[in-house]
């Protein structure tokens, strides 16, 4: 018995409805969600009881993703052994503003997309918030580096910017974007969106969507076609209203397509379809 399962139980957010066709998360960290509700008291899950938690309310399919080397190989090795699992490897640009994206682990990075279930690169690009301006050169050379990366296994490259869209931007049209590259966790205005959907890139909307103070981004939402949209928890991170503050995991993502649904003006059923729809062009089959 773990440790984790001898802390008297604590209350998870409810599972929502089940959807009316399957749809997909297309950003989650299953490795940490394990790790985070241990360390937070919460009784101990596994990766297995999580999918089929998420499969019991219509989202039967993930995209597992890696922020350094070893949970990439782990995301990885994962996708190996689920048939509902796909992956995405990658040195997070936080990783790489400290010193983390050296010639080896880069190595290594590569070696891992070739493997048939990983299916881009990611979560890679920039941040201005978390990493400071003395580390702003080496992220962007890493952010280079993946999209070479990416570009060379043909596969899809999932960028992460906070505080960073003009230099994201300026950095993707100076190296040329990958054919699929998705904006994970799309948090700005619809000026931004316009500017992003122009170029043909993907967003990928969290529950950061239904949140009170997150209006801009709910109106990027409602102008975004359902053919450039994913939907994605970035678990265990940005629960959705109404259960902000307590930890995230895929059978949540439903609370999230519920939102977009109302902010597209898009039927619940059609919505799962296209997202799924789009998830299939990005990442490639499942099965």
């Known amino acids: 018995m773990s440790a984790a399962s001898e802390v008297p139980s604590k209350n998870r957010p409810p599972a929502p409805e089940p959807l009316p066709a399957p749809a997909v998360d297309s950003h989650c960290h299953l490795d940490i969600i394990v790790d985070f509700l241990a360390e937070d008291g919460y009784p101990s899950v596994d990766v297995d009881a999580e999918l089929a938690a998420a499969a019991a309310v219509g989202i039967t399919r993930v995209v597992q993703v890696g922020v350094d080397v070893a949970s990439s190989q782990w995301s990885a090795d994962l996708a190996a052994r689920r048939s509902d699992v796909l992956a995405m490897v990658a040195l997070h640009p936080n990783e790489a503003g400290a010193g983390a994206a050296t010639a080896k682990a880069l190595a290594e990075i590569d070696r891992l997309a070739a493997q048939p279930r990983v299916r881009g ?30 570009k060379r296994h043909g596969i899809a490259l999932m960028i992460h910017t906070r ?24 948090s700005s205005d619809a000026v931004t969106a316009r500017r992003c959907l122009d170029r043909g890139l993907v967003l990928s909307y969290s529950g950061t969507v239904t949140f009170a103070n997150a209006r801009a981004t709910a109106q990027a939402a ?47 059923a ?18």
């Open 163 to 186: 505080d960073a869209y003009e230099d994201m931007l300026r950095v993707l049209d100076e190296e040329g974007a990958p054919a699929q590259t998705v904006l994970h966790c799309f």
């Open 121 to 150: 690169i990611g979560e890679t690009g920039l941040d201005h918030f978390r990493t400071g301006q003395d580390g702003w050169a080496i992220q962007e050379q890493s952010f280079r580096a993946h999209i070479d990366i990416a």
């Open 270 to 287: 059609t919505l799962c379809e296209n997202l799924t729809a789009t998830a299939e062009r990005v990442f490639g089959p499942w099965h």
């Open 222 to 268: 409602a102008i975004t076609p359902l053919d450039q949209m994913l939907v994605e928890t970035d678990a265990p991170f940005l629960t959705p209203t109404p259960f902000r503050g307590r930890p995230n995991a895929p059978y949540l993502t439903p609370y999230t397509i519920r939102a977009l649904a109302e902010l597209t003006g898009t039927e619940l």
